[in-house]
């Protein structure tokens, strides 16, 4: 990186509230708001004198008064067709975040005298493609150039120094910030960390435990939280304000009074109430019910039980509530790691894997690897007796992969002389196609007329960004086509497409074709003109395995043939005794 470019910085974009900071002499810096603050509200407001547009806490303090005039928890819309009123003109989540995004570009070219213009953005670990696109485009949209999109979990891991520092193990992090939760387990292993699985749920944080509260504080004032969101929006938006700033006194207090706004139709007066953390706790049981699910979901992806867990690190400012410490410790059996203050742990950790990205020597060397959050695959048609079923999802990268990968599949023709195969690409973990998100196709054409069971081979190479590349080869004829995915078909320029292939050709390079195997492989075959019938039979059936888990292109199945292989061609070069 030359001088001219700048530093490149970190972002947390939140559903709450968002921060930027950098790496520099040694240390992480985040950078403070004109007001005087590290957290920016994530919040959109107009103002009514000059009818600008405000980010930030002044914007919060409007849509607390007047939520007409503003737009807040946009980041759970990204990826969607949502869209936000603020004084009766629409915009979309990802409008809306780039309007955050360029307030925190401000931010970090006043605090460091000069444009920043390069940065890394986090977003949660079970984020969809289509959400980490959002988020780019809204990058983008901000001026931003946008390095990598870095899972949360890992950015909070390397904020907490995993990454080299203390014994070996395995590291749950959970990450409860405003809109999302997350739960990711990683293995840190000699100064590497490495990702094994995520889980989570997109809908669901900290703002849905203080919706709870307002309502519970609704029932105890005598009115119900659905009829005044619908008549009294400036009632309940105000509610909520006071319920957030109860729900942090509870993590402290045994108790707090909550004074509940004239709402229309309900309430003629203000109505003080008490509320217990006990009686918060019970009001939050539904929501701590949907938190064991991803906790749940990680554990089995990464083939896990908590006594494998040697530390939990705690994230987001959710999980400083004693109901969520208390339900981790009960749920892994270990107090979570202090550090890193929860609110600030993902912007470090971004800032930190931005230095990275610009080999900064103040971070030293690091080796992070991360993971598809869901399968990607196609739809199938399946056999049941003399019926032909279609519709079913048959993933070519799994959940839980380590990224960047490339997988493949062979496919084949189930009708007479079918000349024309429709792959549809589709993101998720249901069994059939129809339930999970469709992201793209593509249409394999000129395949050889004859019986059904014509092959197909497609190939999926996923990177680091999101970026997919769909590539179809068909077996007979060795013709290929291909197509590069990302929100859309079209979301990419011609550039951009050309850029992407080349990086992607990388990833997809036949494990044949690495000087190790193709030497391994070699040896191999030189062997079995050597030895005895017994000893060859036994190296036919180690080869056929490796070539079996070549063609299908699976990172760890290659990894286990091939040190088998290894070990049996050693002792057979040594002469000793298998």
């Not at 203080?210 to 005044?228: H, M």
Request: hydrophobic share 40%.
């Amino acid at each position: 990186m030359s001088a001219d470019e700048g530093p490149i910085v970190g972002i947390d974009l939140g559903t709450t509230n968002s921060t930027v900071a950098v790496f520099r002499a040694g240390a992480v810096e985040v950078f403070e708001s004109g007001l005087g603050d590290p957290l920016t509200p994530s919040v959109v407001a107009m103002d009514k004198r000059g009818g600008a547009l405000l980010v930030g806490r002044t914007a919060k303090d409007i849509y607390a008064a007047h939520p007409e005039l503003g737009a807040a928890a946009f980041k759970r819309g990204m990826g969607s067709d949502l869209s936000y009123s603020i004084a009766g003109a629409k915009y979309s989540s990802v409008e809306l975040s780039s309007m955050v995004l360029k307030q925190l570009k401000q931010d970090a070219a006043r605090t460091l005298g000069r444009e920043a213009s390069r940065c890394v953005i986090t977003v949660p670990a079970y984020f969809n493609e289509a959400q980490r696109f959002a988020t780019r485009k809204a990058g983008e949209m901000a001026g931003w150039v946008v390095e990598r999109i870095l899972n949360e979990p890992t950015a909070a891991a390397i904020a907490h120094g995993v990454h080299g520092k203390g014994p070996d193990g395995t590291i749950v992090v959970v990450d409860l910030g405003g809109g999302t939760f997350d739960v990711c387990v990683m293995d840190r292993f000699e100064g590497a960390l490495m990702v094994r699985s995520v889980a989570g749920e997109s809908m669901l944080g900290g703002e849905d435990f203080t919706r709870r509260l307002a309502s519970l504080a609704l029932t105890r004032a005598g009115a119900t939280y659905e009829t005044a969101e619908m008549n009294d929006p400036e009632g309940i938006t105000l509610l909520l304000k006071r319920a957030e700033l109860a729900k942090r006194k509870l993590s402290e207090a045994e108790s707090v009074e909550i004074v509940v706004p004239p709402v229309r139709r309900q309430l003629d007066q203000p109505v003080p109430v008490t509320v217990s953390r006990e009686d918060a706790e019970d009001a939050f049981a539904p929501l701590l019910d949907r938190l064991r699910g991803p906790c749940r979901a990680a554990m089995r992806g990464a083939g896990l039980n908590k006594t494998d867990i040697t530390e939990v690190i705690l994230v987001g400012g959710a999980t400083r509530m004693p109901c969520i410490q208390r339900f981790v410790r009960e749920r892994f059996d270990r107090a979570p790691q202090e550090g890193v203050d929860p609110d600030l742990a993902i912007v470090h950790g971004a800032a930190i894997q931005a230095a990275l990205i610009a080999d900064d020597e103040g971070v030293g060397d690091m080796v992070v690897t991360d993971v598809a959050s869901h399968s990607l695959g196609t739809s199938v048609v399946k056999h049941y007796g003399h019926k032909k079923v279609d519709g079913f999802f048959l993933p070519i990268i799994h959940r839980n992969s380590v990224i960047p990968t490339s997988q493949s599949q062979i496919l084949s023709t189930v009708e007479p002389n079918q000349t024309q195969m429709r792959i549809d690409v589709y993101e998720g973990e249901a069994r059939l196609a129809s339930h999970n998100r469709k992201i793209g196709e593509l249409i394999v054409k000129d395949i050889p007329r004859g019986a059904p069971g014509q092959q197909v081979e497609v190939t999926f190479t996923y990177d680091l960004d999101g970026i997919l590349e769909v590539e179809c080869r068909i077996v007979d004829t060795g013709k290929t086509v291909s197509k590069i995915l990302s929100r859309t078909s079209t979301s990419l320029s011609d550039t951009e497409i050309q850029a992407a292939a080349k990086r992607l050709a990388k990833i997809k390079q036949d494990p044949r074709e690495t000087p190790a195997v193709r030497d391994l492989i070699a040896r191999a075959e030189l062997l079995m003109r050597e030895v005895v019938s017994d000893q060859r039979e036994r190296l036919e059936a180690m080869l056929d395995v490796l070539e079996d888990a070549l063609a299908r292109r699976d990172p760890e199945a290659v990894e286990r043939a091939v040190r088998d292989l290894e070990r049996f061609v050693s002792f057979l070069d040594d002469g000793e005794r298998w």
